[in-house]
Nanobody
C-alpha cells in the first residue's frame, strides 16, 4: 500500500500563486509516476499534471501549461505542484495520485479556491 498526504491548498486571488505538496509513504518503491488531478463542483475529475518518478518526464493538461510546474524530490518521496497565474477556473479540489504495479493511489484532496 501507498499512502499520500497533500498540503498547501487555500484561498488566493486571481493572478496569485500556490504550491501543493504530496508526501508518499508505505511501499513507495512500487511507484513509477505521481501526479495531480482536480475536481470542480459539478464536474468530473480531470488530469492536471504528472511526473515520471525516475526519469522526471512531465506531462500537463493544456489549460495549465506555462502556469503550473510539477516537480519531485525522490529523497523525500514528495511531489510538488507550483501553480502560478491562477485563474478562477482553477478552483477545485486537487488530488494527488500515484501509480505503480497496476494500481492507483489517491490522497484525500486539498481545496484550492481562486477569487476573481
Amino acid at each position: 500500500q501507498v499512502q499520500l498526504v497533500e498540503s498547501g491548498g487555500g484561498l488566493v486571488q486571481a493572478g496569485g500563486s500556490l504550491r501543493l505538496s504530496c508526501a508518499a509513504s508505505g511501499r513507495t518503491f512500487s511507484i513509477h509516476s505521481m501526479g495531480w488531478f482536480r475536481q470542480a463542483p459539478g464536474k468530473e475529475r480531470e488530469f492536471v499534471a504528472a511526473i515520471n518518478w525516475r526519469g522526471g518526464t512531465t506531462n500537463y493538461v493544456d489549460s495549465v501549461k506555462g502556469r503550473f510546474t510539477i516537480s519531485r524530490d525522490n529523497a523525500k518521496n514528495t511531489v510538488y505542484l507550483q501553480m502560478n497565474s491562477l485563474k478562477p477556473e482553477d478552483t477545485a479540489v486537487y488530488y494527488c495520485n500515484a501509480k505503480g504495479r497496476g494500481r492507483d493511489y489517491w490522497g484525500q484532496g486539498t481545496q484550492v479556491t481562486v477569487s476573481s
